[in-house]
């Protein structure tokens, strides 16, 4: 894996497609092996739901659930499997 994007998300049904589609695209022009890890932090809206979409349409992306936390972002979603790594914060 060569760039690993984590994106820690909330409630964020209003701009996560356009993130993620802003994403895609980028990924399609780059010749690397990119995942992209999206951390659901118990969002009460769509967010997941959303995330479900492009994960059907690409192997790239992937969805972790976890309950709400607060703010602070776990280390544990930082293990991931890119030579470089991306945290995305919105």
Do not use: Q
């Not at 399609?28 to 739901?49: H, L, P, Q, R």
Request: proline residues 1%; neutral net charge; glycine residues 6%.
């Amino acid at each position: 894996m060569d760039l690993s994007i984590v994106i820690p998300m909330y409630n964020c049904e209003s701009t996560i497609n356009n993130v993620l589609n802003s994403i895609h695209d980028f990924i399609d022009k780059c010749d690397e092996n990119v995942e992209v890890i999206c951390v659901d932090d118990g969002s009460k809206d769509s967010t997941a739901s959303i995330v479900e979409g492009f994960i059907k349409n690409s192997n790239m992306f992937s969805l972790i659930k976890k309950e709400n936390g607060g703010g602070k972002f776990s280390t544990k979603y930082r293990n991931n499997k890119g030579r470089r790594k991306v945290y995305y914060v919105s």
